[in-house]
């Protein structure tokens, strides 16, 4: 878990700690592929009202997927914006995300320009591998992809020297999902602001993303309508009930 330490009076951090809280929003659930294809005037042109899917992989087929001991586990996390309301079925968001064996991860990258302005990248163990996984993964979107371009990472450099900077081929298992709903978050936002609801000193801001729904067990999980029905609730409908 990371830590900031701030110095300073109640008065003047404030207003840092919201500026924290918004960068992390933008950049939670991402991995450093992805923060690098999602370059600022991306983030301009793109229409921020969406719902986006985010859907989680691990090395490791079931939990616990960390331990105390020295076994590498790898995570990948993939983004899937402006994601299909009707198309949030867990058997559908498991079968696109590769079913119970999941796919191969690696070093060739498969990443898509989208007409909603955004961008999207799978890694795979071959091009063939990460393009079929994303165009998977986008069957869950409204998006279209407007260019496609697969990239290797070669083992030259520092990724020949350093093992952690290249990406050996690895089986990886679709692990959980879960949901955050722009239009929900800002609706709700506005309603905090209104009712003069204070930010706490410790940043805590409710409800940016759903419960997260298991996606590696065998059979959906009992309460998993439930929190999809809540992630696209709009939170002024919440309000009026």
């Known amino acids: 878990m990371e830590e900031i330490i701030l110095s300073g009076t109640e008065e003047t951090l404030k207003p840092v700690i919201t500026l924290l809280i918004g960068i992390f929003q933008m950049i939670e659930n991402r991995d450093i592929g992805d923060i ?13 009202l969406t719902t986006k899917l985010c859907i989680t992989y691990f090395s490791k087929k079931e939990p616990p997927f960390f331990s105390k001991k020295q076994d590498k586990i790898i995570k990948a996390i993939y983004n899937i914006p402006d994601v299909k309301h009707g198309a949030l079925k867990w058997e ?24 909603n302005g955004r961008e999207m990248s799978i890694y795979g163990a071959s091009g063939e591998i990460a393009e079929k996984r994303l165009l998977e993964l986008l069957t869950l979107s409204n998006a279209k992809i ?45 309603r905090e602001h209104i009712m003069n ?3 706490t000193m410790s940043g805590t801001y409710k409800r940016t993303q759903t419960r997260r729904v298991a996606l590696w ?15 696209l609730r ?7 009930q």
């Not at 690098?36 to 921020?48: G, L, Q, S």
């Not at 030259?156 to 089986?171: M, P």
């Open 92 to 115: 559908a968001i498991k079968n696109a995300a590769g079913g119970a064996n999941g796919y191969q991860w690696g070093r060739f990258k498969a990443r898509a320009n989208l007409n």
């Open 36 to 48: 690098v294809a999602m370059p600022v005037p991306e983030y301009v042109r793109a229409n921020p």
């Open 234 to 240: 709009r939170g002024d409908e919440e309000g009026n």
């Open 217 to 231: 067990v065998d059979k959906k999980p009992a309460d998993c309508d439930a929190v999809i029905a809540e992630a």
């Open 146 to 190: 407007k260019t496609l371009s697969i990239t290797e990472e070669k083992k030259e450099g520092v990724r020949a020297s350093d093992q952690g900077l290249y990406k050996e081929a690895t089986q990886m298992y679709p692990a959980y999902f879960s949901i955050l709903n722009s239009e929900k978050i800002i609706i709700e936002s506005n």
């Open 197 to 199: 609801a204070r930010t």
